[in-house]
């Protein structure tokens, strides 16, 4: 039972242009999400995350944006970098009342990013 | 540089045998988690600890344990090794109270 799908397994934008990543989920427990990025030969870098009580959130060039009602999550990068280029995972997960985090981040498959120059 | 460090980098062993993958968490995390990566899987949450205390568990075989230590090092001991078992497994480390966890670089399992 996949709880958290990123259903494009590729993505290829131009240098300059907006990549637009996708994610959603199905636990409606699911109050805190994150996005990392990914290179091959090394672990996940954390990007950027964003709780439930906000839609939206950002940090210089990244901008996650969150629809609730449509268990939707999506990463948007602008502008594009051939440095960029990883693969982008989204991850979520439930935290209590107190904000302690449960501690298991349940993640997508995954999105190959190509950024051409 | 995460500030997370695993060791070995690259294990190559036979079926049947048992390994330990060892996990130095950021210096100040007291939260250690364990993650497995296969081809057809993704990444999948294993095990977490908290200051020594086991504190979540995943889809965790029962041939594989971990434990923290009081330095906060972690080792994860897979035993019984079976082929598809062979993946990357990543250890992450956070402050106990947020959920941004860092990775390390990861371990590379290869059963023969």
């Known amino acids: 039972d996949q709880q958290v799908k990123q259903n494009s397994p590729s993505l290829s934008v131009q240098e300059g242009r907006i990549s637009i990543l996708n994610c959603d989920y199905t636990?409606?427990?699911?109050?805190?999400f994150l996005w990392y990025k990914k290179y091959p030969a090394e672990g996940p870098t954390f990007l950027i995350s964003?709780?439930?009580?906000?839609d939206k959130n950002e940090d210089g060039r990244f901008t996650v944006f969150l629809n609730k009602s449509a268990k939707h999550l999506s990463l948007h990068i602008v502008p594009s970098q051939p440095g960029d280029s990883a693969v982008y995972f989204c991850a979520a997960s439930v935290t209590n009342a107190g904000g302690t985090s449960y501690g298991k981040l349940t993640f997508g498959q995954g999105t190959i990013l190509t950024v051409h120059p | 540089d995460s500030g997370v460090t695993q060791t070995p980098k690259h294990l190559i062993t036979a079926t049947g045998q048992r390994v330990t993958l060892r996990c130095s968490p950021r210096s100040g995390d007291l939260s250690v988690y364990w993650y497995q990566q296969s081809l057809d899987q993704g990444l999948q949450f294993l095990i977490q600890?908290?200051?020594?205390?086991?504190?979540a568990k995943g889809n965790i075989l029962e041939r594989f344990s971990a434990q923290q230590f009081p330095d906060l090092h972690s080792e994860l001991n897979l035993s019984s090794l079976e082929l598809g078992d062979s993946a990357l497994y990543f250890c992450?480390?956070?402050?106990?109270?947020?959920?941004?966890?860092?990775f390390g670089p990861g371990t590379r399992l290869t059963v023969t």
């Open positions: 636990n409606s427990m699911f109050d805190y």
């Open positions: 600890y908290y200051n020594g205390e086991e504190r």
């Open positions: 964003i709780s439930s009580i906000k």
């Open positions: 992450a480390s956070s402050v106990y109270l947020r959920d941004e966890q860092y």
